[in-house]
């Protein structure tokens, strides 16, 4: 091989090498940055601890931000705001859990059943359970007087708003000072009497109640059950006596003015209890009114309720006012009125001391467990008391032609439990039940 030869050899070689480590040198320089990685504020601190709060300090149109998935950016998904707080003014919330970062601590809000996101605590107000249950209650614009059950406790949380007696600037109230007719509320204390009849043996729900009034039309195909479930297929007028009557006169105008209707699906009616009441009457030997002292006040300590009876002349405890929406008072719930509906709807009473009683059918003083299972278990629909949606027991009263509401919305157990009478109307004429159901919510979710 020449020098010529050697010498291009050599050139090959080192042009050969010169583009693989050019070449090379290219890649490395040609080949794609990696991007850097997102950064995230990390969680320094966790806290657990539940409390209740009030979205009270929302500054600006839309207030602190809510983030769905976590505090501000602790992810991809918490880097902008998925809701406002402004629209949750003055609302309240319980807080789940609070995390911190650098940029602040963040608490996990739940309203009722919803959890609503991530706020700034800033947001918040602490509040306790008995701010956010008159809050609550005022919000909704109703006078009246309110007692909440909260995970089994047995006094309950009272909360009242507006007056009960104008004249003299009487606060409503649930301290025994003031009554409140129950109308339909006091059915359910009718079917617990009922209840201890069969206990008794003195009653079954199979008893005929031609055994007691032949003269009512279809009596033999009537049943103690079927009156207590309201399927008996009975109504009748609601009546407004000239004068207070008795118990028997009451009970013999129900049977003299029913109307058989043949239908024996659900049908609300004042008249079979009013029959029922003369039913119990008749087994004890004893008046209604009678057995409703000592089977239903006495045990229950129900000190500040009665029955209006003919011989009423005045309540123990004044009886709030029914209001219009404008704030005139309606005229007076007359006492012929009430005595027309024994075991429908002559008692008065106040939240605290229904709350008592509703707790009394299932603590053993009025009826065990057990007795009250079974008496709301003749119904599919009704029992006493509305048994028809899962999980809850209800029941709600009205008078007609006056402002006079009431409710009671609770767990079966009354682990969660919300009465709610009321002497005037809603500025934006949202139901009662709706507002019983809402206190209700605040038991259970606050």
Known sequence: MGLKDGFSMTLKKWFQVGVVTLGSIGVLMSA?????????????????????VQL????????YALFWYGPYNTSRSTKTRDDNGSRYQNQFARVLQRKTTKTGTYAKLRINAKTIGWMNVHGLKSVSF???????FAQSGVTGSAALIS????????????LALQADQVANTSDGSISYPTASLQKLFTGAM???????????PTTRVSSFYPELKNARNITIAQLLTMTAGITGPEWTPNKPVSETAAV???IQTATMTNNHNFQYSDVGYVILAGIIAKVTHQSYARNFQDRILTPAGMTHSELVNQSTRVLDQPMAQSF???GSAVAPLSFARLTALPGAGNLVSNPVDYMAGVLALQNGQVLTQKQYRHLTSLGTHYASIYVWRPGVRFINGAFSGQQYRTGYYATPGNYHAAVVFANGTTPNGTALKAITEQLYQVAKYY
């Open 194 to 204: 009922v209840e201890q009849l069969f206990t008794e043996k003195k009653l079954a």
């Open 324 to 326: 219009n929406l404008d």
């Open 130 to 136: 008995s701010d956010v249950a008159q809050g609550t």
């Open 252 to 254: 013999a105008h129900a």
């Open 56 to 63: 009270s300090h929302q500054p600006g149109k839309t207030g």
């Open 151 to 162: 995970a089994g406790e047995t006094t309950p949380t009272v909360v009242s708003n507006g």
């Open 32 to 52: 794609p940055k990696h991007p850097q990685a997102a950064t995230y504020n990390p969680v320094l601190k966790v806290n657990n601890h539940h409390y209740d």
